[in-house]
């Protein structure tokens, strides 16, 4: 049996009378490239806060490799880039990394951690003269200054510019490759589809998907329709008339259609007597079938 390296166990925590996170349970294992989505407040960083041993929960059990999570992060475990992580002034980059990798047990060279964080041409740059996207560079670093079994990233490439972000994620493919679990929270969609194997979307501290992207995709049920007419009039009630519709844009003679079946949309629109051409189903994106997702869920319980 594969071992487990993150273990929620029913966990909850609320600030008052928010509840952040509503019993979760969830569990994380080797290699695996997980990618946490949620609207805004959705319990996110509180998630990630209590993996850290950062807050304890008012209910439940966190565990990472069946042991406390403080316990964890003092073994060198885990590493860790957190949003709010401030970086020390008055130090220069490598002598931050060498801080970071001393504290480590199983600390690697410091000449590596820079060149694997692609920061070699910073290190001898005062930390306070970094721009937001070398400081990120840099947290990622301090994440990766020894060998951990689970890596944990919050939103950690925004202020990254497009070939950095590509960077960064070729390198924590590589740490998920050499078996260490990669959990991350983003709001970046079209990152968590090409990225993880693994989507979890969190609302109101509650899990609603788990699954790969795929799969979230297709549990949001709706599919896109797309053709043209030009042999036909574009009737738009008519239109409006098929069957599970849930979107109508017609734009010139295209016509683009989501359907919460889209066999029975497509069968019903030639039984009308059209003729469309250059016809396409698809899946929604993972951004539109995140919001679809979330959406139905703030209808059922607003
Ligand atoms: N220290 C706190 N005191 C009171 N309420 C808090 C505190 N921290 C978070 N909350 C509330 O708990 C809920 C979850 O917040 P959290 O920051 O975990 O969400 P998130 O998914 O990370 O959000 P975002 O995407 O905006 O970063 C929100 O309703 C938030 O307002």
Same mark, same amino acid.
């Given at each position: 049996?594969?071992?487990?390296?993150? /273990?929620?166990?029913?966990?909850?925590?609320?600030?008052?009378?928010?509840?952040?996170? /509503?019993? %979760?349970?969830l569990a994380l294992h080797p290699g695996?490239?997980?990618?946490? *989505?949620? $609207?805004n407040g959705a319990g996110k960083s509180t998630t990630l806060d209590l993996l850290l041993g950062l =807050?304890? $929960?008012?209910?439940? =059990?966190?565990?990472i490799l069946g042991t406390d999570p403080r316990e +964890?992060? &003092? !073994?060198?475990?885990?590493?860790?880039? %957190?949003?709010?992580?401030?970086?020390? /002034?008055?130090?220069?980059?490598?002598?931050?990394?060498?801080l970071a990798r001393d504290l480590h047990p199983r600390p690697y060279a410091v000449t590596d951690v820079l060149a694997r964080a692609g920061i070699s041409q910073l290190a001898d740059r005062k930390v306070d003269k970094l721009s937001g996207g070398?400081?990120?560079?840099?947290?990622? !670093? *301090?994440?990766? +200054?020894?060998?951990?079994?689970?890596? &944990?990233?919050?939103? $950690?490439?925004?202020?990254?510019?497009?070939?950095?972000?590509? #960077?960064?994620?070729?390198t924590m493919r590589e740490q998920a490759d050499q078996g260490r679990t990669v959990l991350f929270a983003t709001h970046y969609l079209e990152e968590a589809d090409a990225i993880a194997d693994r989507v979890l979307v969190l609302h109101r501290g509650r899990l609603l998907a788990d699954g790969t992207? !795929?799969?979230? =995709?297709? =549990?949001?049920?709706?599919r896109r329709i797309s053709f043209d007419l030009y042999d036909d009039r574009i009737d738009e009630p008519t239109l409006r008339g098929l069957p599970s519709l849930s979107g109508l844009h017609i734009s010139g003679r295209t016509v683009r259609i989501q359907s919460s079946d889209a066999d029975?949309?497509?069968?019903?629109l030639y039984g009308l007597?059209?003729?469309?051409?250059? %016809?396409?189903? #698809?899946?929604l994106g993972l951004e539109q079938a995140f919001v679809a997702i979330t959406e139905a869920e703030e209808a059922r319980t607003p």
């Amino acid at each position: 049996m594969t071992a487990t390296v993150v /273990d929620f166990d029913q966990v909850s925590k609320n600030y008052g009378s928010v509840r952040a996170v /509503d019993g %979760l349970t969830l569990a994380l294992h080797p290699g695996e490239t997980v990618a946490l *989505l949620g $609207p805004n407040g959705a319990g996110k960083s509180t998630t990630l806060d209590l993996l850290l041993g950062l =807050k304890r $929960p008012d209910g439940g =059990k966190v565990a990472i490799l069946g042991t406390d999570p403080r316990e +964890a992060i &003092v !073994a060198g475990r885990v590493g860790a880039m %957190l949003q709010s992580g401030g970086l020390m /002034d008055e130090v220069t980059v490598a002598e931050l990394v060498r801080l970071a990798r001393d504290l480590h047990p199983r600390p690697y060279a410091v000449t590596d951690v820079l060149a694997r964080a692609g920061i070699s041409q910073l290190a001898d740059r005062k930390v306070d003269k970094l721009s937001g996207g070398q400081a990120q560079r840099v947290r990622f !670093a *301090l994440a990766t +200054a020894g060998d951990s079994d689970l890596i &944990v990233l919050d939103e $950690p490439t925004t202020g990254m510019d497009v070939s950095t972000r590509q #960077a960064f994620w070729a390198t924590m493919r590589e740490q998920a490759d050499q078996g260490r679990t990669v959990l991350f929270a983003t709001h970046y969609l079209e990152e968590a589809d090409a990225i993880a194997d693994r989507v979890l979307v969190l609302h109101r501290g509650r899990l609603l998907a788990d699954g790969t992207a !795929a799969e979230i =995709k297709a =549990k949001a049920g709706v599919r896109r329709i797309s053709f043209d007419l030009y042999d036909d009039r574009i009737d738009e009630p008519t239109l409006r008339g098929l069957p599970s519709l849930s979107g109508l844009h017609i734009s010139g003679r295209t016509v683009r259609i989501q359907s919460s079946d889209a066999d029975a949309t497509v069968h019903a629109l030639y039984g009308l007597g059209l003729h469309p051409r250059n %016809l396409e189903v #698809a899946g929604l994106g993972l951004e539109q079938a995140f919001v679809a997702i979330t959406e139905a869920e703030e209808a059922r319980t607003p």
